[in-house]
Every structure is written in structure tokens, then in C-alpha cells.
T-cell receptor
Framework: AQSVSQHNHHVILSEAASLELGCNYSYGGTVNLFWYVQYPGQHLQLLLKYFSGDPLVKGIKGFEAEFIKSKFSFNLRKPSVQWSDTAEYFCAVKPSSGSARQLTFGSGTQLTVLP | EAQVTQNPRYLITVTGKKLTVTCSQNMNHEYMSWYRQDPGLGLRQIYYSMNVEVTDKGDVPEGYKVSRKEKRNFPLILESPSPNQTSLYFC??????????FGDGTRLSIL
């Protein structure tokens, strides 16, 4: 079974700072990768996804992530964060040939952006 | 509008009093799932359903039941709730291997 590690539990940044949230997974085969965001009091929303092709994936709200297969990583980045980016961020992985049942989430990273 | 609807959004109840959290999706998704979210643990899958009348245990099924009599509905049942089931619960649905759509969550407090 696969697993997902998000090593940063809580990240605090000032507005306009650059963001990088780490995500590493363990699985021997090909994977689908996702980043979800959960704004305070809201449900999870998809930020971006990687299925195949270009390993640099662009998502909504200026976020992007890079899949580095050799490092089993899918880090989330944003050049300049805003106060409204304060949220919890979840990385998730699923075997490419697997069903939705096999989607595994990381423990989440709480991002606080100070105005 | 495509959505997953959960009810209630908040519930405070007492140990042992049976409760049901409803979940309905309007996207004709075959796959539905329940998660609980606890601080530091992320989302853990409770039960899932691949289609009508097809359900199976996830990673933390103890103390929960589900049913899938219709494609759109996937209720979560706590027959005898206990305080360790105090949590934030999310229902989700998807089609094939596509990303999940999540409901707004149900915050349960069991005293």
C-alpha cells in the first residue's frame, strides 16, 4: 500500500513570501497525484492534479506543483502568497491503475499567511 | 450545480444515541466514500462504495455502518456513538479515477 508524507505540519509566512510545501510518497508503480486545499470551515477543493505528461502542473489560484519521479516527490509552490491562502493543504496519491478507494491522503500542512 | 450535500453540518449528541449523517450527490458518480478528519491525522477512509449495493470497509470502519440503496445517497450510520467518534466527517464522490468532490463536512461532538 502507498503512503504519503507531508513533513511541514504548520507553515507561517508573510504576504508576498514564496511558498513550497513538501509531499513525498512511497509506492513502486506509477501514480496519480493531487493537492487539495481546505479553507477554514470549508470542504476540500482540488488545487491541481498530475496524471501523466509534463511533470510541472499548474493549478488554480497561481499554485503549481512539480512531480519528481526520482525523488517520489510532488511539492506545491506559489511564488507570492496572499492572506487568503491561509488554509490547510493536503497531498494525496493513488496508483494510476487503482480505483478511488486507493486514494491516500497526507496528514496535511496548515499554512498561515500574516498580513 | 454539481455538489455533494451532507446533513447535518453540526451535531452534538450523547453516547449511545443512534445517529445518521446523510450524503447525497447529483453527479451520477458511481464511487462514494466517507472520511473522518482528525488533527494531525489527515483524512482517513471509513467506508466506501463502488456502486449501488456494493460497499466495503476503509481504514477505520469500527463503529460505523453504511448503505447504498440508491446511486445518489450514501448515509453514514453510528449505531451507538462513543466519544472517540467525535470528529469532522466528509462525504466524497467521484467518477472513475477522477478527483474527488467533497461535501461541506459534518462536525460531530459525542458527549
Amino acid at each position: 500500500a502507498q503512503s504519503v508524507s507531508q513533513h511541514n505540519h504548520h507553515v507561517i509566512l508573510s504576504e508576498a513570501a514564496s511558498l513550497e510545501l513538501g509531499c513525498n510518497y512511497s509506492y513502486g508503480g506509477t501514480v496519480n497525484l493531487f493537492w487539495y486545499v481546505q479553507y477554514p470551515g470549508q470542504h476540500l477543493q482540488l488545487l491541481l492534479k498530475y496524471f501523466s505528461g509534463d511533470p510541472l502542473v499548474k493549478g488554480i489560484k497561481g499554485f503549481e506543483a512539480e512531480f519528481i519521479k526520482s525523488k517520489f516527490s510532488f511539492n506545491l509552490r506559489k511564488p507570492s502568497v496572499q492572506w487568503s491562502d491561509t488554509a490547510e493543504y493536503f497531498c494525496a496519491v493513488k496508483p494510476s491503475s487503482g480505483s478511488a478507494r486507493q486514494l491516500t491522503f497526507g496528514s496535511g500542512t496548515q499554512l498561515t499567511v500574516l498580513p | 450545480e454539481a455538489q455533494v450535500t451532507q446533513n447535518p453540518r453540526y451535531l452534538i449528541t450523547v453516547t449511545g444515541k443512534k445517529l445518521t449523517v446523510t450524503c447525497s450527490q447529483n453527479m451520477n458518480h458511481e464511487y462514494m466514500s466517507w472520511y473522518r478528519q482528525d488533527p494531525g491525522l489527515g483524512l482517513r477512509q471509513i467506508y466506501y462504495s463502488m456502486n449501488v449495493e456494493v460497499t466495503d470497509k476503509g481504514d477505520v470502519p469500527e463503529g460505523y455502518k453504511v448503505s447504498r440503496k440508491e446511486k445518489r445517497n450514501f448515509p453514514l450510520i453510528l449505531e451507538s456513538p462513543s466519544p472517540n467518534q467525535t470528529s469532522l466527517y466528509f462525504c466524497a464522490s467521484s467518477l472513475g479515477g477522477q478527483p474527488m468532490h467533497f461535501g461541506d463536512g459534518t462536525r460531530l461532538s459525542i458527549l
